[in-house]
Antibody
Framework: QVQLQESGPGLVKPSETLSLICTVSGGSISSIGSYWGWIRQPPGKGLEWVGS???????YYNPSLKSRVTISVDTSKNQFSLKLSYVTAADTAVYYC?????????????WGQGTLVTVSS | DIVMTQSPDSLAVSLGERATINCKSS????????????LAWYQQKPGQPPKLLIY???TRESGVPDRFSGSGSGTDFTLTISSLQAEDVAVYYC?????????FGQGTKLEIK
């Protein structure tokens, strides 16, 4: 059973960089056909895909965030990470890490519990 | 981006009755190569991450009760709960996995009448 756990600061100042790590357990992040993604959900609102990465390092980003997003992978630690630069209050959300099945925007079969990141001075 | 629109926004159904949630995509999500619709349904309970219920529009994820079913093709899809149970109270989302970026419907809140 694959498990994912997000970690990182819960409070980020405006204009700074949000940084989160997702640790994968119960399976290898190098598993063929598994793509590792970030999805966010502003409080009380819907879901927005941020981007995803394959163990090889290939990245895929939502065009709406592409200029500010970097996703990277560390296969030795079974982790992948998210950096979102120049954050504003609009980036306040629960950030989920997740596994896409089969391709970089496939269905999501495993989700982390999510971590709330608040952007505020 | 493909826009996903769900209806209704909220729904109240009596225990044991049928619940039906609709999802419409702004363009077809049918793959001609395999004749499958790239559409998934998720259930999200308060304080929890979404849970995958249905993929390929009608394939139930392992462990999902058979009272949950999905149907539809092209641009119009439906999630049906045949006999509502108390534990089914949640927000339900559809997602298209046809093209990047994957997009979600706005959600449908299901409550007990």
């Amino acid at each position: 059973q694959v498990q994912l756990q997000e970690s990182g600061p819960g409070l980020v100042k405006p204009s700074e960089t949000l940084s989160l790590i997702c640790t994968v357990s119960g399976g290898s992040i190098s598993s063929i056909g598994s793509y590792w993604g970030w999805i966010r959900q502003p409080p009380g609102k819907g879901l927005e895909w941020v981007g995803s990465i394959y163990y090889s390092g290939s990245t895929y980003y939502n065009p709406s965030l592409k200029s500010r997003v970097t996703i990277s992978v560390d296969t030795s630690k079974n982790q992948f990470s998210l950096k979102l630069s120049y954050v504003t209050a609009a980036d306040t959300a629960v950030y989920y890490c997740a596994r896409h099945v089969g391709y970089n925007y496939g269905r999501i079969d495993y989700w982390g519990q999510g971590t709330l990141v608040t952007v505020s001075s | 981006d493909i826009v996903m629109t769900q209806s209704p926004d909220s729904l109240a159904v009596s225990l044991g009755e049928r619940a039906t949630i609709n999802c419409k995509s702004s363009q077809s999500v049918l793959y001609s190569s395999n004749n499958k619709n790239s559409l998934a349904w998720y259930q999200q309970k308060p304080g929890q991450p979404p849970k995958l219920l249905i993929y390929w529009a009608s394939t139930r994820e392992s462990g999902v009760p058979d009272r949950f079913s999905g149907s539809g093709s092209g641009t119009d899809f439906t999630l049906t709960i045949s006999s509502l149970q108390a534990e089914d109270v949640a927000v339900y989302y559809c997602q298209q996995c046809y093209s990047s970026p994957p997009t979600f419907g706005q959600g449908t809140k299901l409550e007990i009448k």
